[in-house]
């Protein structure tokens, strides 16, 4: 066998090995710099260098490896056209240069800058489906010998690899992105509205955003649309005792750009960015910052900026779409905060709110031959979100209903203020089916609950027939306990939560409800209860064995014990979120 030949199996063996090792690893920040070492021992050059196309059609650099194998981390851009990299993504064609100082296409500026002397050089450019990405170039062929053709197959074969592996990459990144997304407002659905600071609330919220978007440093500003200035309600990276110094008037500054112009805004490199201030007294660790305004149906309310990413990369547009979203929601969150603490000023408006909630609350439950109930309802605050109704449709038929606003106190309960009336005014037959019921009062909410959403469980108790027919928006499954067996069933009903997503349809199941079964139904203020250290919970497990403990006490009594029984296991005697529990027994 020739050597050439010995060469060629030995170069694609490796290929074979490469490509295993890069579609294995999808951190994208761990493979570019995989990439381009392999490139670089697989062509046995000096050095090595991978840009990637932006989505405004620029390539960019962040990591490249030097003539002793070192990683260089810089971010570096170039336009389409400039230079070798930049002709290369153009004209979306492969250049090999022998001797790079005697082509006119070649730029000597970055050598000029490194000190790095190039000889020769490859650079190809980087395709998935026809679709260019990026481009990967090698220089110098160590041993001064220069690269061949068979040097430029080589690296058009890792190049195919490479760009699967890198997209395989960026899809996961934004899939990561997405679920962090949805986890991050779940957090402030569930927990900002329980804060009674602006600032506290400011501080809680930046610190997750640092943590889901990887950055050590940020700063959430509040507008004063008056005098035209940015305040600082949140900060990591300023001593807080500096806060009440620091004004940015808008149009000054990142900060202040972004307020004026009401426009999300990315850079990748500050030091070449005439809005950054290089004699600000503190300044950013890395150079790359992402920033979105926080706007309220078109009113400003300030600016958002996240700098320094741990892993010293740059930011990237999938970085600055979840920071928008993050905005748009905090948005919501501060104005509700706002307009909060307006109203809990206020002992008459606070008491106006509690006097709506007592009237959407049954004060009597109905009088029935056939059904006993147990109810017990304790809002985290004066007023909450959670509400419950029971109502006698005709003899022997009742309907039932267990709803939870996203959040608690003030706004919760304005929010289920609205709600309650929408559904009183709904026709007797939609009523009496739980699939129209639902379905039309998604119809009815959709766009009007500011960004909140309603979960509900919906029945129609038959007692001739002894059946409940019931369908579930999002809400925590209620479930029948046999009160002589003690077997219990979970009414698994699915439907997705009111409010978000318009033109949805819930389908309803009926299940017996025959004498001696006992109905319960919860929010999960109750089942999500824990001790101040969050060492012990109160989960779903407990409330059913806590629930097949106590079948011989009627249902007021029944309620009464299921919450002494979570009070007394974690400890706590308050609870963290709106609770209520609703027992219904067939007679």
């Known amino acids: 066998m020739s050597l050439d030949l010995q060469e060629s199996l030995s170069k694609f063996r490796s290929l074979l090995h490469i490509s295993s090792i890069l579609n294995a690893n999808l951190d994208v920040h761990q493979l570019l710099p995989l990439i381009m070492l392999y490139s670089k021992d697989l ?21 490249g ?30 250049i090999a240069l022998e001797d790079a100082y005697a082509d006119e296409r070649f730029d000597p500026t970055m050598d000029k800058k ?70 991050l407002l779940y957090e402030f659905e569930r927990l900002t509205v329980s804060e009674k600071s602006l600032p506290e609330l400011g501080k809680w919220i930046l610190n997750r955003i640092l943590e889901y978007l990887g950055a050590t440093s940020g700063t959430i500003y509040l507008a004063n649309n008056t005098d035209q200035i940015l305040t600082i309600l949140a900060a990591k990276g300023i001593p807080e005792d500096a806060y009440a110094q620091i004004k940015v008037p808008y149009g000054t500054g990142v900060a202040g750009w972004v307020a004026s112009e009401k426009e999300n805004l990315i850079i990748h490199n500050l030091d070449l960015d005439p809005r950054y201030n290089k004699l600000a007294h503190y300044k950013f660790e890395s150079k790359s910052l992402i920033s979105a305004p926080l706007i309220y149906q078109n009113e400003l309310l300030g600016v958002i900026s996240i700098n320094n990413k741990i892993s010293g990369y740059a930011f990237n547009h999938s970085d600055l779409e979840l920071l928008a979203t993050i905005a748009n929601r905090l948005s919501n969150t501060i104005k509700n905060a706002q307009l909060f603490h307006q109203v809990v000023d206020s ?110 469980f919906y029945g129609i108790i038959d007692t001739n027939k002894n059946t409940l027919l019931c369908a579930n928006a999002g809400h925590h499954p209620p479930f029948l306990l046999h009160r002589n067996t003690k077997v219990s069933i979970e009414l698994g009903v699915k439907g997705k939560i009111l ?82 529990l609703l027992l219904l027994d067939r007679k």
Do not use: W
């Not at 070798?84 to 979306?92: L, N, S």
């Not at 004060?363 to 059904?371: C, Y």
């Not at 109750?526 to 006490?553: G, V």
């Not at 249902?555 to 209520?580: P, R």
């Open 43 to 63: 062509l046995e050059a000096e050095a090595s260098s991978l840009f990637l196309l932006d989505e405004a059609q620029f390539l960019y650099c962040e990591v």
């Open 65 to 94: 490896l030097g003539e002793k194998g070192e990683i260089i981390q810089e971010y570096a851009r170039m336009e389409l056209g400039e230079g070798i990299v930049g002709m290369v993504a153009k004209d979306k064609k492969p």
């Open 114 to 183: 490194t000190g790095f002397k190039t000889k020769s050089l490859i650079c190809v450019p980087l395709f998935v489906d026809g679709r260019l990405i990026g481009t990967l170039e090698v220089i110098n062929k160590t041993s001064n010998r220069i690269f061949n053709h068979s040097d430029l197959e080589y690296l058009l074969a890792l190049s195919e690899v490479a760009a699967i592996a890198i997209q395989n990459a960026n899809i996961k990144d934004r899939l990561d992105k997405r679920i962090l997304e949805l986890s």
């Open 347 to 456: 002992n008459k408006e606070l008491g106006r709110a509690k006097e709506i909630m007592k009237k959407i609350m049954p004060s009597n439950l109905p009088i029935s031959n056939n059904l006993e109930f147990g109810l017990a309802h304790i809002p985290l605050e004066q007023v909450g979100g959670d509400f419950y109704d029971v109502t006698e449709m005709s003899p022997n038929i009742y309907s039932v209903l267990i709803a939870d606003i996203s959040g608690h106190g003030l706004s919760a309960a304005v929010l289920a203020a609205m709600a309650h009336t929408v559904l009183k005014n709904l026709e007797t037959d939609i009523k009496l089916s739980p699939s129209k019921f639902l379905t039309t009062l998604n119809h009815m909410l959709y766009g009007k609950l500011a960004g909140n959403f309603l979960t509900a």
């Open 499 to 580: 409010g978000l997503i318009p033109d949805l349809f819930y389908e309803e199941k009926e299940f017996p409800f025959a004498p001696g079964d006992r109905l319960v139904m919860y929010t999960d203020g109750l089942t999500e209860h824990a001790n101040p250290e969050r060492t012990k919970k109160y989960d779903d497990s407990l409330f059913l064995e806590a629930n097949q403990k106590i079948t011989n006490l009627n249902t007021k009594e029944s309620a009464l014990k299921l919450i002494q029984f979570a009070k007394e296991f974690t400890g706590a005697d308050s609870f963290e979120d709106d609770v209520t």
